[in-house]
């Protein structure tokens, strides 16, 4: 009404805020949003959160999304801006800035321009996402900043998606007048995320999208991606039939795939995206592993991932394990002793989960035996991988089904990032690039001690412990990084399992803090411990999991957001330390990767 007000701001005492400003929701799908009175969404306490929108709308009013921009603005909705226009172009005319810590637009029916700024930067930087189904068009002067300016800190992400939701089609995205894309990390951080989503093209082995003459500054080498999105529609099951003709379809298109016109001084790789869609239930009843689904990269070495979007119409039912990542392997310099599920090395897959109702993620599944491939064995449902990011969206719920005859039974969704690339031994033979080599008639602990720990960090594997005595005199452990993030949305409730899982059982220790020559560790082991034959893949007692719900186990944010209840949710980010030190160095050093941080919303 033209004389309402709606008062979102955050609780006073004594005039001054003491809490953050709320939440404005409005879902019209057919109405016009006519914003006539005043609405109060704004902080002045620099450490409370200004105002959040979800507008879901058919229109967003006669002056468009400009005129909606300078509303937000003046009421204080800076924080997380989600807007949905049902129909129509919507465009962001040149000299308009839309600032917010986050922001999504999508255009059902519409074409999106960008001809003015959007900026998320931030100390830490947030996420862009734009999805157009008639196209999106970067103007000559269009602006999208997610740079952070914390020390440290990893640049923001920015998604454009030109996708049909409708149908199997996409719109074209347009790079070809410029523009600018900011995604530079603070001093010393990493460069943020870009993921330019679209469709085939009408050439064979080309993509939708236009010469890329925008500028992308900053944006992560490993996470600037074009995803070609090859979509498979009216599914109901996801079966090892299914699995096996959508990788053949994915080989086909990336070996014929066309090179695009790239002038953004930002090296872009163009990787496969499978979407799966269900009008009603879909359900994935066989394991699906991404462990040998790798690309080309610009040098011609399979190591590129791709994306994976399951969106189900009803109930999304994830009934075997969905992963990548992980393999039965041997431990560097141990080639005769198998270990189940090893972390690998390089880029992983993402993964985007979708329900129009519930999410359910069964406890168990009914795989073989990793002693004996003909004996079926129940065997956990993990949702996994290692560098990619995993997101879970649902309308209604997410569940982790319960097993009524084993209350510790219980899926994973985790994502455990990747190891360093080399060992003690790759050091001393000086073999790890950018490393000084060891000089002529130096000992191996004066060679050791001499070495920047910061510089060898993140390039061996388990850091100055000699790998041919992991799992002997020292715990099976990795110390991973670069592991993806993971975000949980529900529009109802969240249902975890408590099962009863000590973080002991996952996160091992070997070693004390003295100097005793005995190296002191912290470390990730889903591997199982050593076995006592040589050549056998541990199980039963040796093996080990993770079984406590969700994990960014190797860094990565958690996020987790539900419309109505979290019950019973373990969310776990642990911190993990290797070795860089000798035990002649009287000063110790340890290299300890603190994962990032828990967000709850």
Known sequence: AQDATINLAGGSVASKQISDAGLLKVNSPTGIFDWQGTIIAGSNNSSAKQGKIHLDVASFGDSGLSGLNSKLAAAGFTDAVSLRQ?????????????QSSSFSLIADQGKVSVDGEINVSAAEAGNVSISGRNGIVLGTKAVIDAHSSKAGAEGGAVLLNTVHADDVGSGTLDLANGGAINLAGGAGGQGGSLHLRTGSGSTNGSANISAINASFNGADANHSQLEVVQVYDDQSVINAANIAQWKADAESFMAAVLPVTNSSGAGISTVPGIEVRGQNDLTLTDKWDFIDWRYKDASGNKTLPGFLTLNAGKNLNINAALSDAFATDSIPGQANRLYQDMLQPGLSWSYSLKAGGDINLANSYLAPSPSNSSSLVKTQVVVRTGTGSIALDAANNIQFVADA??????????????????????????????????????????????????????LLRFGYLDESRIGTLFQKAEFPTQGGNISLHAGANINGIATGQKISDWLVRSGTLTENNRATLWGINISGDRSSQTGDIPAAKGIRTFNQNVGALGGGNVTVDAGGDITNLSVMIPTTGKPLWNSERNAQSMAAKQCAHQWWR
Do not use: H
């Open 86 to 98: 049902r129909q129509g172009d919507v465009a962001l005319a040149a000299g308009d800035k839309l």
């Open 405 to 458: 005859k084993n209350a510790s039974a219980a899926a994973a969704v985790y994502t455990m990032g990747t190891t360093g690339k080399y060992t003690k031994s790759d050091l001393l033979a000086g073999l790890v690039p950018g490393v000084p080599v060891r000089q002529a008639g130096e000992t191996e602990a004066s060679y050791l001690n001499r070495l920047d720990p910061a510089l060898v960090g993140d």
